[in-house]
């Protein structure tokens, strides 16, 4: 009776590294799919407005709303996975403002070759992705936008640009940062 349940020990050990690694590979192949689920069709979007907290914000306005339209199977390629709006109000002072109007989320190629391509940004976050992207005024600098895939379906993004140190510089070569929280929802965001 020892024999027969020695070699059923001896075979589990045998083939115990086989299923540890066919079961890493199935969780990383099920990982890779998993982003899938954030695309976006025609009738939907991520919509959302931007933290109010001042420490999160710098060069925007209290009342931006953002929409994102995105295919996640793309997020790797060469090619733009997806578009960001933006939206102001008109204010007394000021008229109705869009930062973006379907500005690309532009591949940084080289990040694909570098460690900050694999950035973490704590709990809660399946995937975290950097791209560049260009307002809608023309001599307006580019930005960064980090995009973080959220485990509860949401997906925030954080738009950066260092900017000038000139005090007079203009609007569009100002320092910006502002993260923003999206939902998907129905339709167009309402703008």
Same mark, same amino acid.
């Given at each position: 009776?020892?024999?027969?349940?020695?070699?059923?020990?001896?075979?589990?050990?045998?083939?115990?590294?086989?299923?540890?690694?066919?079961?890493?590979?199935?969780? =990383?192949?099920?990982?890779?799919?998993?982003?899938?689920?954030?695309?976006?069709?025609?009738?939907?979007?991520?919509?959302?407005?931007?933290?109010?907290?001042?420490?999160?914000?710098?060069?925007?306005?209290?009342?931006?709303?953002?929409?994102?339209?995105?295919?996640?199977?793309?997020?790797?390629?060469?090619?733009?996975?997806?578009?960001?709006?933006?939206? +102001?109000?008109?204010? +007394?002072?000021?008229?109705?403002?869009?930062?973006?109007?379907?500005?690309?989320?532009?591949?940084?190629?080289?990040?694909?070759?570098?460690?900050?391509?694999?950035?973490?940004?704590?709990?809660?976050?399946?995937?975290?992705?950097?791209?560049?992207?260009?307002?809608?005024?023309?001599?307006?600098?580019?930005?960064?936008?980090?995009?973080?895939?959220?485990?509860?379906?949401?997906?925030? =993004?954080?738009?950066?640009?260092?900017?000038?140190?000139?005090?007079?510089?203009?609007?569009?070569?100002?320092?910006?940062?502002?993260?923003?929280?999206?939902?998907?929802?129905?339709?167009?965001?309402?703008?």
């Amino acid at each position: 009776m020892h024999t027969g349940r020695a070699r059923k020990i001896g075979k589990r050990a045998r083939y115990g590294p086989f299923f540890a690694q066919l079961l890493a590979a199935g969780t =990383v192949l099920a990982g890779c799919n998993d982003v899938d689920r954030f695309s976006t069709d025609a009738q939907h979007a991520y919509c959302g407005a931007i933290t109010l907290g001042s420490p999160f914000r710098e060069g925007l306005s209290p009342r931006v709303q953002m929409r994102l339209t995105l295919d996640a199977t793309r997020l790797d390629g060469d090619d733009a996975p997806g578009r960001l709006w933006t939206f +102001e109000a008109a204010t +007394e002072t000021r008229p109705e403002r869009r930062l973006f109007d379907g500005a690309a989320l532009r591949p940084i190629r080289p990040l694909a070759h570098d460690p900050l391509s694999q950035f973490e940004m704590g709990e809660g976050r399946v995937r975290n992705t950097i791209f560049a992207v260009s307002p809608s005024e023309p001599l307006a600098e580019a930005m960064l936008a980090f995009l973080s895939l959220r485990s509860d379906g949401g997906v925030e =993004v954080r738009l950066v640009r260092a900017g000038s140190e000139d005090p007079e510089a203009d609007e569009g070569r100002r320092p910006i940062f502002g993260m923003f929280s999206l939902v998907r929802r129905e339709g167009q965001c309402g703008f």
